[in-house]
């Protein structure tokens, strides 16, 4: 979906060094930080697009998550 422009995301840069290198992808909001210590995106599509795998992680996230958020 980045690639056809349709988002942005938080991902490592050495994930997608060739994209970069290429300007495939670029880099905005350099200076941002989210403040968080561990950076976490689920992307999806709906739920009937879902895999089980994936929606066992969001189910799990769903739960563990909210102690980080009070």
Do not use: N
Not at 53 to 61: D, N, R
């Amino acid at each position: 979906m980045l690639k056809s422009g349709l988002g942005v995301a938080m991902i490592d840069p050495h994930f997608i060094s060739q994209e970069l290198t290429s300007g495939e992808l670029v880099e905005i909001l350099s200076d941002y930080t989210s403040g968080q210590s561990v950076p976490i995106q689920l992307l999806c599509l709906g739920r009937a697009t879902r895999s089980k795998a994936s929606k066992a992680i969001w189910e799990s996230l769903a739960q563990s998550l909210p102690k980080y958020f009070d």
